[in-house]
């Protein structure tokens, strides 16, 4: 079996079925193959995951948790569940795994009904410093439903302020503390957070949604060490299908589950389960570590690259998969920058820097990834050809004939640079 489409033949199970979907998913599959993917949250899976996704469990429910369910003929599913549970367990050394949350977003509100009541007081990153919208946005329910207060990076080195994550810990008192980050290109010292949360008697989130595959592949420390909870998303560097996970201490086991189903969810979708027990295994293996040095090693020569081009890079470079970079100096914003880039077919996004002045729909920087592009095979020179590239289209934003020479430069490369389950 194999999900990954043909492009040159129509014997595709969905044309036949549905031809408008097939040719949006055709179109989908070329823009992944031929362009460059620079998204920091994105990655492409194994064949295998890929596969594991397009499977006869997407028709199974199993609300409840392996040997307790509410549905009958669950026995082969709980393998695959308990399979998913204890390498997630063994990957990252946690006593307890909940791998049902549907996305990472659903991991995190699991955690605030264990660690919260509504109207409590939480402290996290702010999210026009690097943090996510579950950490406390206006609109999100993180927002509506409890008293979100955010501490952000230092002005001077934009790293975390870690005197005033202390400061704001003392005077607000929260009842959870929250780590990690959307867009902070430096590793985040879990141990310095949890001695700021015992001090003040606060529980310790770590949200790893980005960087998890760099803790898996222990590159970064690994904040199931020192956290009450740890969140994460399946699909950015960890590699696997788009979902998400909770681990967490013993003590916690019975209050998770019970908040990610029924708390949270209804049935869990065992096609993902699968696909997440695949990703876990993958990570398991010498070769993921392999894989995750170099895209450290491809995001610091992407940045070196950038940082000699003139872009100014927050932080001053990178620790991790990722960079945020300010472009104002050519004279526009993200939004020109990420659009121009789009038509050459370097994906990415546009992002707001710390201490930003422009406005969220057309910010100060983008934001860069090399985990696809890593993933594909890509190496050192190929990411100092692709910064090449990106200051090659910042400098041209209005020369249509640059970009579009720029765009064919690209599906040169990338014809040599093949994505996984796609022939
Ligand atoms: C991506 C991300 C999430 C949530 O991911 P979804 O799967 O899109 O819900 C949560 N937290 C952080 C820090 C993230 O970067």
């Not at 760099?214 to 998303?233: I, Q, W």
């Not at 995750?292 to 620790?319: F, P, R």
């Not at 095979?377 to 934003?397: P, T």
């Not at 064919?408 to 490369?413: K, P």
Request: glycine share 8%; aromatic share 6%.
């Amino acid at each position: 079996m194999s999900t990954a489409l043909n492009l040159d033949q129509s014997t595709s199970p969905i044309e036949a079925a549905d031809p408008a979907v097939f040719a949006a998913i055709s179109e989908e599959q070329r823009r992944q193959v031929e362009g460059l993917e620079l998204i920091a949250s994105e990655n492409y899976t194994s064949e295998a995951i890929l596969a594991a996704a397009g499977t006869v469990l997407t028709n199974k429910y199993a609300e409840g948790y392996p040997g307790r369910r509410y549905y009958g003929g669950c026995e082969h599913v709980d393998v695959i569940e308990n399979l998913a549970r204890d390498r997630a367990k063994e990957l990252f050394t946690a006593e307890h795994a909940n791998v049902q949350p549907h996305a990472g977003s659903q991991a995190n509100m699991a955690v605030f009904m264990t660690a919260l009541e509504p109207g409590d007081t939480f402290l996290a990153m702010d999210l026009a410093h690097g943090g996510h919208l579950t950490h406390g946005m206006r609109l999100n329910i993180s927002g509506k439903y409890f008293n979100a207060v955010h501490y952000g990076v230092r002005e001077d080195d934009q790293r975390i302020d870690f005197d005033q994550v202390a400061r704001l810990a003392r005077e607000h008192k929260p009842k959870l503390i929250i780590a990690g980050a959307s867009a902070y290109p430096r590793e985040i010292d879990h141990p310095k957070f949890a001695e700021i949360a015992s001090e003040v008697g606060a529980k310790l989130m770590v949200d790893m949604a980005h960087y998890s595959g760099l803790v898996a592949a222990r590159v970064h420390n690994n904040p199931a060490e020192v956290a009450d909870f740890v969140t994460s998303t399946s699909h950015k560097t960890l590699r696997g299908p788009r979902s998400g996970f909770v681990l967490c201490r013993s003590e916690y086991q019975k209050d998770i589950d019970r908040n990610v189903f029924p708390g949270l969810q209804g049935g869990p979708l065992m096609h993902v389960v699968a696909a997440k027990a695949i990703c876990f295994q993958e990570a398991l293996q010498p070769s993921f570590r392999t894989y995750v040095e170099q895209v450290v090693a491809n995001a610091q020569a992407l940045a070196a690259t950038l940082t000699a081009g003139g872009l100014k890079l927050t932080s001053g470079g990178t620790d991790n998969h990722l960079m945020l970079c300010d472009v104002t100096g050519f004279g526009f914003g993200g939004k020109v920058a990420e659009e121009a880039l789009d038509r050459a077919g370097i994906t990415c996004n546009k992002n707001m820097i710390p201490y930003d002045t422009r406005k969220p729909m057309d910010p100060s920087g983008v934001r860069f990834g090399s985990a696809a592009l890593t993933t594909r095979g890509m190496k050192e020179a190929e990411m100092q050809q692709v910064g090449g590239w990106i200051l090659d289209v910042l400098r041209n934003v209005d020369n249509e004939d640059a970009v579009a020479r720029i765009c064919e430069a690209i599906r040169e490369l990338t014809a040599d640079f093949p994505v996984p389950g796609i022939r």
